[in-house]
């Protein structure tokens, strides 16, 4: 209700004033018994101390000196009694300017390292964004080359590819961090998009030997068609690395909720990386980055849904799911959808 902006930083600094009348009268009315007033004191003054400037903590000096001594003398309170006045007060402003200090100290701190993440940020968005033009054209030129390679030659030219590809999911990977830490959220087009069709499209940018498509073709989700492709060649992309064919892309649904399954059928998620499965750079090595499953979570809970891990015997199934929009067809049985071997 207060114009605080108005009055600058130390504007709710006149807090204090009332509380310092608060605590004299305390004092008065229940007839100079200070012994209630001291810890108030002092919690005032680490409150000021907490949140303004230490020329704020000396200009307190003054009332909060009259809030202490004058109920003392206008009760007729003894000299001992008001020579406690020289203690406490001291003290007070004493632990003040510590607390003021140390709290100085730390907004300085909060300050600068503000000041670097939002120049990381810039830095990493930047190098993000710029790399991935050139990648491209270094990407088609090594698969042309890969065409008619040979020999030791298309050894070194499948590493080389290999390495691009890791160079451009890094690229992406930071983009969407970056994205993700700068706004806090992803902007969605949420529209009925069709599950298989879908599914198909991202799998272009993937090498599809060994997938398996088991999604119903009258299936319909309601997501971000282009985040949507991200997650499946996301997932798609781990179990081609890190599992064994076939690799097995259902959807499936009951009507509240829609669930995307990507299952392998490798050696499985040890038992110690489960936890960190899905966390920021929890789990990387030499074919990835760790940045791949953290950003499907994202992307999952951007939708207002969730994704996990599910052992599968054999391989591993990862689980996405996403809340089902009114409109979603479910009709056909997943048990009767069409598969498509690639």
Avoid: C
Avoid at 4 to 17: N, S
Avoid at 166 to 188: E, S
Avoid at 312 to 322: E, I, N, S
Wanted: glycine fraction near 10%; proline fraction near 6%; charge should be neutral.
């Amino acid at each position: 209700m207060l114009p605080w902006r108005r009055w600058g930083d130390d504007g709710p600094a006149v807090l204090a004033l009332p509380g310092f009348a608060v605590l004299g009268f305390s004092t008065w009315a229940f007839g100079g018994v200070a012994a209630g007033t001291g810890p108030f004191l002092v919690l005032l003054y680490t409150w000021a101390a907490l949140h303004f400037s230490r020329r704020v903590l000396i200009a307190l000096i003054p009332p909060a000196t009259a809030a202490y001594v004058v109920p003392l003398v206008v009760t007729g309170q003894p000299p001992v009694v008001l020579s406690s006045a020289l203690i406490l007060l001291p003290v007070a402003v004493a632990v003040a300017l510590l607390v003021e200090a140390q709290a100085r100290h730390l907004r300085d701190d909060r300050a600068r390292l503000e000041r670097i993440e939002r120049w990381r940020a810039a830095m990493v968005g930047a190098l993000a964004h710029d790399v991935r033009s050139p990648l491209a054209t270094v990407q088609m030129t090594l698969e042309e080359l890969a065409q008619d390679a040979t020999g030791s030659s298309a050894r070194m030219l499948e590493a080389a590819l290999r390495q691009t590809a890791r160079i451009a999911r890094l690229a992406t990977g930071l983009l969407d961090l970056n994205r993700i830490d700068t706004t806090g959220h992803l902007r969605l087009d949420l529209q009925p998009v069709p599950a298989r069709s879908a599914v198909l499209d991202a799998l272009s940018y993937v090498k599809s030997e060994g997938i398996e498509i088991r999604i119903d073709e009258h299936r319909t989700l309601h997501v971000d068609r282009e985040r949507f492709e991200q997650i499946v060649v996301n997932l798609v992309g781990n179990a081609l690395r890190y599992g064994r064919p076939p690799v097995v892309v259902t959807v499936t649904g009951d009507g509240v909720t829609d669930r995307l399954e990507v299952r392998d059928h490798g050696p499985g998620i040890p038992a110690e990386l489960r936890s960190r499965l899905f966390t920021r750079f929890g789990v990387g090595g030499a074919e990835g980055v760790g940045l791949g499953l953290w950003i499907v979570l994202q992307l999952a809970r951007a939708h207002g849904g969730d994704a996990r891990h599910e052992a599968a015997l054999p391989g591993a199934r990862m689980v996405v799911t996403f809340p089902a929009h009114s409109g979603t067809t479910v009709a056909g049985s997943d048990l009767s959808s069409r598969s498509s071997t690639f």
